[in-house]
Structures are given as structure tokens and as C-alpha cells.
């Protein structure tokens, strides 16, 4: 934390717009720009689980990729202990990387098969000042340990563990350089349901233990509610809701929030239909893949072509995200 920036969030994303180029459609075209986020804002309090949800394509990971400063954005800003990320000289940006890691969503493609478990796990161990050999074996003990790995699955290969196991192992990499903020990047969507279950418990059980702070990106609402104190919403790149995870599934403010609640499938359909509920239509909005960018043009609300709600002034005005109760925000004319 520098001496002149107050204490504050962990975590500050400052009106964050990125702009992806498309490739010219002919010679002397400029190359056309979509827009993946529309001046994003969000803050992350220290030891607290974050969620962000939102359909494959609506900016999530291009918001995870801006605010780990692994890509710059065109516009805003990231505050990360109180440091503006993307205006640090590259040695002080490095400092501050060992503070935030990533577990990304392919326990399989994320590992390189070729190395063993002990190479991989300590591979983020180049952000801190070397060490004596001993110490980083204790090191990388001490993390697939935190994991409820055995010390002697260092020396194992990743094709010798399951996929629940080596999701572990990449866990065990994000905590070797005992950060304070892990982005996990749709933790669990590569694994078996059986074992999902067992990794979020994980992650829970470990920021109980170590004080962690956790930014969870999910299309997968039953994770986000499971794991999260709070969420956010996203769509088209817009925060388009955000409050306390159990409010917000509770009684959702904006329609498209509702709509993803809807399109959860429910464990027994025999049950819904005694309740009278109507099985969700195969939805294309819910479960299709959306290009990364999204337009620019446009002054209404991006949500309106889908939303059942919409009227007059929701085409002609964009809706802010606002305050709509205590600890609630949504971008909604009727919310
Ligand atoms: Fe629907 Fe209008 Fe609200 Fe947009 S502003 S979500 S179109 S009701």
C-alpha cells in the first residue's frame, strides 16, 4: 500500500473499457472495433469470495485477464492494494504479481504434462527472491499439503492424477507464493460433477484457513451461490447486477438475472411439474456462445431484444447501475 492512497478494497476495477480489432473486411477499411467492456466497476474487499456470472462470451475472462494485468485495457483502471496495476513500471508490477494468482479452468491443458508436480507447483516461485533448495522443497510440501496432496506427489507426472486431483496441484501453484487474491476462472466447469463439489469445498476450507481473498468467475450459478459471499452479474460487458450472493438469487432485480435463474435446470423435473413450474425452454440466450466483443452503437438498454419487460424508454436510454436497496445495485429503468 503507498503512503499518499488511502486504505480501501483489495480490488478496485475503475470504469474498465477494452476493445477488441476485427480484421478489415478490405484493404483501405479501418479494422472495425467491438467493445468487450463498456466501463466495468467492481470492488473486492479484502477476504471476501466474489462472484461474477454471466453467459460464455460477455467479458468475464477479459475482465480476469485486465485486472491480473496480463492485457491492457483502453480505458479505466485496476487499483490492486491500493496500486494503479497498469501504471506500474514492469519490476514494481512484477513485486506485486506474487500477491495474485490464477487457477484457470483446465486442470488438463493448464499443466504441462512434460514437467513433473514439483516444477509445475513452483513455477510463480520466480516472483520472490531465490531461495536455498531446501526451502522451496518445504515450500512446495507445504502447498500440495494445503491441498491434501502428499508431499511425495511432487515427483509424479499430472497424467498419474484424476482431474479433481490435478486441479489440486494447480490450486497448489496459485498458493505457493501465499497471495492474497486467487482469480479462479471457471474452477470447476472442466470436472466431473462428482468431484466439483469437493474442489469448491476446497477452496472454501482454504479461505477459512489462510485469509484469502477469492474472485470467482462462473457461467455456472450453482457455484457462484455455493462459494461466494457476493456477486455480480454481467452481460454484454456491463455489471448489469451486484449485491450479497444470497439477495440476489433470493429476488433478482434485473430481468436477466431472473432469466439465468430460470435456466437452471432443477434436480427433479418430476417435482417442478407437481409444482407447476413449465420445464425452461432450450434457450439459445442461456447456453449459446456470444462472439467476445459487443457492439458500441446502440443508446437503449444491450438487454431489451430479450428482455420481456421492455418498453419504450428502455430502447431510446441506457440504464446506469444504480442503487436499488442497501447493498444492491442493478442497471434496470424498472428495477
Ligand atoms: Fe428490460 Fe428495460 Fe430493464 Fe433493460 S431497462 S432490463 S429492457 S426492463
Do not use: W
Not at 499443466?111 to 516472483?127: K, S
Not at 491441498?147 to 482431474?163: I, N, Q, R
Amino acid at each position: 500500500m503507498t503512503a499518499a492512497e488511502p486504505p480501501g478494497p483489495l480490488l478496485a476495477v475503475e470504469g474498465l473499457v477494452r476493445d477488441y480489432r476485427l480484421p478489415r473486411r478490405s484493404l483501405f477499411a479501418p479494422p472495425p472495433r467491438v467493445r468487450a467492456l463498456h466501463g466495468v466497476d467492481l470492488q473486492v474487499e479484502t477476504g471476501e469470495s466474489f462472484g461474477l456470472v454471466g453467459e460464455s462470451g460477455c467479458g468475464k475472462s477479459t475482465l480476469a485477464r485486465s485486472l491480473l494485468a496480463l492485457e491492457r485495457p483502453d480505458g479505466g483502471r485496476v487499483r490492486f492494494m491500493g496500486q494503479d496495476l497498469h501504471a506500474l513500471p514492469a519490476k514494481a508490477l512484477r513485486a506485486l504479481r506474487r500477491h495474485m494468482q490464477i487457477v484457470f479452468q483446465d486442470p488438463y491443458g493448464s499443466l504441462d504434462p512434460r514437467q513433473r508436480v514439483a516444477r509445475i507447483v513452483a513455477e510463480p516461485l520466480h516472483l520472490l527472491p531465490s531461495e536455498e533448495r531446501g526451502a522451496r522443497r518445504r515450500r512446495i510440501a507445504e502447498a500440495l499439503s494445503a491441498v491434501g496432496l502428499s508431499p511425495a506427489d511432487a515427483e509424479k507426472y499430472p497424467h498419474e492424477f484424476s482431474g479433481g486431483q490435478r486441479q489440486r496441484i494447480a490450486i497448489a501453484r496459485a498458493l505457493i507464493t501465499h497471495p492474497d487474491l486467487i482469480v479462479a476462472d471457471e474452477p470447476v466447469s472442466a470436472l466431473d460433477v462428482s468431484v466439483q463439489a469437493q474442489v469448491l469445498n476446497l477452496l472454501m476450507d482454504l479461505q477459512r484457513r489462510l485469509g484469502l481473498t477469492y474472485l470467482i468467475i462462473s457461467h455456472d450459478l450453482s457455484v457462484v451461490r455455493h462459494v461466494t459471499d457476493r456477486v455480480a452479474v454481467m452481460y454484454l460487458g456491463r455489471i448489469v447486477e451486484q449485491g450479497p450472493t444470497a439477495a440476489v438469487f433470493a429476488a433478482p432485480r434485473h430481468p436477466y438475472t431472473r432469466r439465468l435463474l430460470d435456466a437452471v435446470p432443477r434436480p427433479d423435473p418430476a417435482r417442478r411439474r407437481r409444482a407447476g413450474q413449465a420445464e425452461p425452454a432450450q434457450d439459445r440466450s442461456t447456453s449459446g456462445r456470444h462472439t467476445p466483443g459487443h457492439s458500441t452503437a446502440d443508446g437503449g438498454c444491450p438487454f431489451a431484444p430479450r428482455c420481456p419487460l421492455a418498453e419504450a424508454r428502455c430502447r431510446a436510454e441506457l440504464p446506469a447501475l444504480r442503487a436499488v436497496s442497501q447493498a444492491r445495485l442493478a442497471a434496470c429503468h424498472l428495477a
